[in-house]
């Protein structure tokens, strides 16, 4: 058999003192950090007011199905472009699916590249899904 060789110490590469300071240190900024989350603390407890630069603007709720890309647009975190999408796809669904509406509820937004439940959410409280109404005559 082979003799086992002989391990050699490993070094220390902070002394004790210096660990003490470093352990010191940590447990003071942990403390820092503690006080700041309980004097701010991140969480919401309420839902906050729809707002926005052009919230103003917005008369009452609209349809996609039918308004234009100057109303969408107006509506909170949609801009000019995601408007522009909105529109296109609906004009693409009617053409594929002649007598159908594009969107039946917020949730059909999602088919939409670029648009995710918290946009989907946002967007929500000013939209509107009128269902098409039949006339006599049509019965």
Known sequence: MRPRPRRLPLPRVWTASQRRVVLGFAI???GVLAVQHWLNPTDVTEPQPPHGA???EL???MDPNVADVGALSALPTLGEKRAKAIIDYREDFVRRHPGKRAFESARDLLKLKGFGAAMV???EPYL???TPTTSPATQ
């Open 59 to 61: 008369a009452d709720r």
């Open 54 to 56: 052009r919230y103003d």
């Open 121 to 123: 959410a946002n967007l």
């Open 128 to 130: 509107i899904f009128e």
């Open 28 to 30: 003071a900024l942990l």
